[in-house]
């Protein structure tokens, strides 16, 4: 089984979570506890709604390539400024070296706001820093759940998790390029599986 708190893979018949040490109940427990027969330390049920199962974002890794070609172009800019412009400062050389970085810290800041959120009830897909888009999508109105990967992002451990959306807007939400889309897919299809059982 899955750990619901961080996602790692346990026995199933663990007790607790190797990674988090979270405690696991069983489904009948977690029933009883939302129909508000259980002790008073379970949270209430508005609460329990609220609670994340898993928070991500896109990959970074292809991010972290292009600061490492972007670090050698620099690198071999400088050089040859230096060496066949002797002319240029090596200043100027070293500050179009650096302004290149600017190019990968745009697509590193542009992966960071995008989020997408898992809760007891809905899929939460947050974007942009200061003017910020959240799109909520209950998981009772999720028909499939699909993961795509192309031979590159197979080979990188990374994907696509595309959910079919049946709500008002309709059409398909995709969590583009993510590690692990298969672990995250099936947690979101677990959750989908006990809100049908409540």
């Not at 100027?92 to 990968?104: E, S, Y």
């Not at 706001?113 to 209950?138: A, C, K």
């Not at 990188?156 to 079919?164: A, E, P, T």
């Amino acid at each position: 089984m899955y750990c619901t708190r961080c996602g790692k893979e346990n026995s199933d018949d663990a007790a607790f979570c190797q990674k988090c040490g979270y405690a696991f109940e069983s489904e009948e427990e977690t029933r009883v506890a939302r129909r508000g027969n259980a002790p008073t330390n379970v949270r209430d049920s508005d609460e329990a709604d609220s609670t994340a199962v898993f928070s991500v974002t896109p990959t970074l890794k292809f991010v972290y390539a292009g600061y490492a070609l972007t670090v050698l172009l620099a690198f071999l800019i400088v050089a040859f400024i230096t060496i066949f412009l002797p002319s240029v400062s090596p200043l100027i050389a070293v500050l179009i070296g650096l302004l290149l970085l600017l190019v990968p810290l745009y697509f590193h800041l542009k992966k960071k706001l995008i989020r997408y959120t898992l809760t007891d009830t809905t899929i939460e897909i947050d974007r942009g820093l200061v003017s910020r888009t959240t799109q909520n999508i209950p998981l009772r109105r999720i028909q499939d759940v699909t993961v795509s990967a192309s031979v590159t992002q197979r080979m990188l451990g990374l994907g696509d998790v595309i959910i079919d959306n049946a709500s008002e807007d309709g059409g398909k939400v995709v969590l583009d390029g993510i590690d692990s889309p298969k672990r995250y897919a099936e947690l979101m299809l677990r959750q989908m599986r006990r809100i049908e059982k409540t």
